[in-house]
């Protein structure tokens, strides 16, 4: 349509309009045409370069081999290859924030992030793809309650015909719950593609999970070729939010979310029970070395799991600061870190906490021991590095030219 057919439009609408008044109203909507027309979904807008990308929010941090790599904001991907000393940015093809970052092999990893996204590198993280998002998420979502829904139906079909009051009850609130699960799907979906993903982890370079909020689930079998919702394999009923998984066994797995979830899988995911929490309040996070788990989450509270989630010890860490990751060692001692620049270190016993503040105070969202023995931890200031001791290493940490 051209602005002359606009005007015209306009003019015969609102004739009693005086002409300052018209004019204001047509630069208004033509300013809303072209900010819509300029507008590019970040989903589809490439991460941008700069210089300071180790200096801006990073979420997360992972070793791969020999090699660090962090994920944040603006869909950064950062790494290095000398302990964190320097970094090099990657050009990634999606401009939103990357909350987690893992990789199976020394290869072959995956980045997820706010809108559903999930991302795949096959070079150790130096370029990357995008396998999945919201959009598509919403779609299974709503596949896959509409198919619960069919099967409840079904359900109760099934038990009135053998007139069971019991099985009727049950399969009746089955009903009611798929329904609503439905409709609340069908209201994201309409909603765009708004739902993050908080967590990922791959058995190998086929098998893998990722997790999110509002119960967000969805597994792969094929290496992210295809996302299948796995969320009503989970019990989450309430849809709480899944923060973090990991491996504690040969085939077991476990994840931590809010309010206490934790839920432990001996299958690879196929299926998954509910364990007794030692706390009501929100995990954010989880590490293991086998059946020697530590969760961690709000107001410094810290659990220790010596048989794989069956009975849990408090860890005092000395602090109510709020952990937002962890690490376990190669010798089996922790790192974890949180708000306020707090960083708790661990022995192998979780025995004398040692507390400490970095300076800044800023919030630390990830934590990786780097080749050289040093913790790098990422956050809100950027990488930052310190000693097996917990002293930070002054030194410059500087950005090299990379894959823009």
Do not use: C
Request: hydrophobic share 40%.
């Amino acid at each position: 349509m051209s602005f002359h057919s606009i005007r015209n439009r306009i003019v015969i609408a609102v004739p009693q309009l005086s002409m300052f008044k018209l004019a204001i109203f047509v630069a208004t909507l033509l300013t809303t045409i072209l900010a819509q027309a300029q507008w590019k979904d970040p989903l589809e807008s490439p991460s941008f370069a700069t210089d300071k990308a180790h200096k801006s929010l990073l979420l997360d941090i992972t070793r791969v081999g020999n090699r660090l790599v962090a994920v944040g904001a603006h869909g950064h991907v950062v790494y290095s290859d000398d302990s964190g000393q320097s970094w090099i940015q990657a050009k990634t093809p999606s401009s939103v924030t990357l909350t987690s970052v893992y990789f199976p092999s020394q290869t072959m990893g995956w980045a997820v992030g706010h809108d559903g996204l999930i991302l795949h590198s096959s070079d150790a993280g130096e370029t990357w793809v995008k396998q999945f998002d919201g959009y598509l998420a919403n779609r299974a979502i709503v596949k896959g309650a509409r198919e619960n829904k069919e099967l409840a139906i079904r359900e109760l079909d099934q038990a009135k015909n053998i007139d069971d009051a019991s099985a009727i009850d049950k399969a009746e609130m089955h009903l009611e719950n798929t329904t609503y699960a439905l409709e609340d799907a069908q209201y994201d979906q309409n909603n765009g593609s708004t739902k993050p993903f908080l967590g990922v982890w791959f058995y190998d370079s086929n098998i893998g999970y990722a997790v999110g909020a509002y119960g967000m689930a969805f597994r792969t079998r094929d290496g992210g070729k295809s996302w299948i919702d796995w969320s009503a394999h989970l019990e989450n009923s309430d849809r709480l939010h899944i923060n973090g998984l990991t491996m504690v066994g040969p085939r077991s797995l476990m994840l931590v979310g809010e309010r206490g979830l934790i839920l432990r899988s001996d299958d690879l995911g196929e299926n998954w029970r509910a364990l007794p929490s030692p706390y009501e309040g929100s995990f954010f996070g989880i590490t293991a070395k086998n059946d020697d788990v530590l969760i961690y989450g709000l107001r410094g509270n810290l659990f220790n799991s010596e048989d794989g989630g069956i009975q849990w010890q408090k860890v005092y860490t000395k602090s109510e600061q709020t952990l937002m990751a962890g690490v376990t060692k190669t010798d089996k001692t922790a790192v974890m870190v949180g708000n306020g620049g707090s960083v708790i270190l661990l022995d192998r016993r979780t025995e004398n906490p040692k507390s400490i503040i970095l300076p800044g105070r800023t919030t630390s969202a990830g934590v990786a021991q780097a080749p050289d023995g040093s913790i790098v931890i990422v956050g809100e200031a950027g990488v930052e590095r310190i000693d097996i001791n917990g002293t930070v290493i002054k030194e410059t940490i500087t950005m090299a030219k990379g894959g823009f």
